[in-house]
């Protein structure tokens, strides 16, 4: 099993999350069962704040991303460790308003803000939104200018930087339908434009270069380049930049051949590499903002599934079903995402058989893990898939009109559900005849 701060096995040889045994979570709150443990996601949250203290003076501030999980529990969580959040939907930043967190703290993003969100933004009062592109940016600018408030803003910039080869490479990334080009110099024109519309104020710069990334130059590299254009920008237009975003995308362990940085790592280099270029081009230091999702939530989440059937094909594979599948988590059937799974009732049994795990959906696709070592299962027994945290119910769905599973957090050794399970009802809900 990955090393995890929330995950033990009891004398029973059960698995347990926050000190609870997840057979009995299984029994009591039935499966699929998301589990979380509150007492992870915040010792995860603190892990990046501290590292700002430590080595950027805390001159920053560290962004929840929530489309890596978004509910109001989780958002009251957040605010209680004195962190903002990134949004990136109406839906998201509804969440937030009803769960009180600071709107201050909130950044807006998206590649295609509606005027409705745009709207609801504005009238919830949110920190700051992150313009995308020249249309948005006039759509921004008249329903400031139609409401009478002013906004701040950060541009999103494609800095070039590709993070996602094997040796990260830059000028890769012009491609992408997020953000405005640095090198083609439409990052400079719109923030041009920008500077001479009255109802938005150019506050900040944003990059985020990728997700699941395991090495530091990119990010350094990231945070050059970005120094470097609010240099130009003084420069050429006299405009001071405050805030540096720089996005997320830090790798989580889902299986031993992971091997993440550390965040103390990564925020002493980027401190350098900002504080150097910041020197050379006579810059103010910028608040740094951060925006990690993944490592806040990914490695306290776990999902529980009763087995229901396993087959043997001879000469061909084992197949275990359970009862969930891509509906509350894609993640294998959008990118063959690896996880580590165990049974979690027979912790010290050998793992001497290997399975394709499949869910019930009607998709041959809808698989969980293929090549997945296990002890010999059984109809009946629990299987665990660890470092479900993040994107997992975030982007799940009702295919085949499968009602989403219910989400359990602990904490100090106790569970309470705080996204109950959908019903029959909740599927037919909004159909009309
Ligand atoms: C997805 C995303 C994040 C979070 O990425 P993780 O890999 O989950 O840390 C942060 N910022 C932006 C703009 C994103 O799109």
Known sequence: MITSNCLS???????????IDTTKLAQEYGTP???????????????YTESMNRFY???????YASK???????????????????????GELYTAYKAGFPMEKIYFHGNNKTKEELD?????GVGRIIVDNRDELRRLNALCAEKGKKASILFRITPGIDAHTHDFIMTGQIDCKFGVVLETGDAMDIIRLASTMENLEVVGVHCHIGS???????????????????GDIKDELGLTISELNLGGGFGICYTEKDDPISYDKYMEAVSKVVKATAEERNIALPKILMEPGRSIVGSAGITLYTVGSVKSIPGVRNYLAVDGGLGDNPRYILYQAEYDFELAGRMNDEKNE??????????????LGENIALPEAKPGDILAVLTTGAYNYSMASNYNRIPRPAMVMTSGGKARVIIKRETYDDIIKNDCE
């Open 120 to 124: 609801l933004a504005l009238s919830l």
């Open 68 to 90: 890596a999980l978004c509910n109001t529990a989780l958002c009251k969580i957040i605010a209680s460790e004195n962190m903002g959040l990134d949004v990136v939907s109406g």
């Open 212 to 230: 699941q990334i395991f090495d530091l130059d990119p990010f350094c590299e990231a945070a050059k380049v970005m120094m470097n254009f609010i």
């Open 354 to 367: 290997v399975y394709t795990v499949a869910g019930k959906c009607c998709e041959s696709g809808d698989l």
């Open 57 to 63: 003076g805390g001159n920053g501030l560290i962004l």
């Open 9 to 19: 096995v009891n004398e029973g040889n059960h698995l347990t999350i926050g000190g």
């Open 33 to 47: 069962l998301y589990v979380m443990d509150e007492d992870c996601v915040r010792h995860n949250c603190r892990l």
